[in-house]
């Protein structure tokens, strides 16, 4: 069974760090993209980031470029989020998800952490 | 690409057959899915590549279109199938709708 858990949100002073992670089991792990997704209160979803299975690309929203970094670690079968100079407007509930292998959709998804950025 | 759902808020009866509307800003080439998000869980894949099936989910579900207009059907209305439905395109870019809210009538 495919199973995805984040981990490391919480409550963060705007322009502070915060690290997610997610450790992912119940699939080869090196196989797959993995990708960032998160849902603002109340609002819709929005693609954060994406990662090849070697870690050798990744990708970001303009909004989140120069401030996010996505990567994993294949041997620990877990992807994470560095989230840097954080923003109001990066409150969310960010869901770690898999990349299928033949296109740019998601078949699994986390059970999502919550990431709130005030004063 | 931008997406539009329609209707952002939907009223049906347990049994109706229920349509929801995606339209692309421009042509999204087939590449389309179909997420379920239920209140308080996470988003579930429902349909894919416009008109497949994921694994497990059930047949009432499907889905067609083409071009820039989309459309997910729900042949019998279950109880269990309040949720909030978004679409998501992965032609050009990576881009959710706003989602159409589904509840009983």
């Known amino acids: 069974e495919v199973q995805l858990v984040e981990s490391g949100g919480g409550l963060v002073q705007p322009g502070r760090s915060l690290k997610l992670s997610c450790a992912a089991s119940?699939?080869?792990?090196?196989?797959?993209?993995m990708a960032w997704v998160r849902q603002a209160p109340t609002k819709g979803l929005e693609w954060v980031a994406s990662?090849?299975?070697?870690?050798?690309?990744?990708y970001y929203r303009d909004s989140v470029k120069g401030r996010f970094t996505i990567s994993r670690d294949n041997a620990k079968s877990t992807l994470y989020l560095q989230m840097d100079s954080l923003r109001s407007e990066d409150t969310a509930t960010y869901y770690c998800?898999?990349?299928?292998?033949?296109?740019?959709?998601?078949?699994?998804w986390g059970q999502g952490v919550m990431v709130t950025v005030s004063s | 690409i931008q997406l539009t759902q329609s209707p952002s808020l939907l009223s049906a009866s347990v049994g109706d057959r229920v349509t929801l509307s995606c339209k692309g800003s421009?042509?999204?080439?087939?590449?389309l899915a179909w997420y379920q998000q239920k209140l308080g869980e996470a988003p579930k894949l429902l349909i894919y590549?416009?008109?497949s099936l994921q694994t497990g989910i059930p047949s009432r579900f499907s889905g067609s279109g083409s071009g820039t207009d989309y459309t997910l059907t729900i042949s019998s209305l279950q109880p269990e199938d309040v949720a909030t439905y978004f679409c998501?395109?992965?032609?050009?870019?990576?881009?959710f709708g706003s989602g159409t809210k589904l509840e009983i009538k």
């Open positions: 998800t898999r990349e299928t292998v033949a296109a740019d959709y998601f078949d699994y």
């Open positions: 119940g699939f080869t792990f090196s196989n797959y993209y």
């Open positions: 990662i090849t299975n070697s870690g050798g690309s990744t």
């Open positions: 421009q042509n999204i080439n087939n590449y």
């Open positions: 590549n416009t008109n």
């Open positions: 998501y395109q992965y032609n050009n870019g990576l881009t």
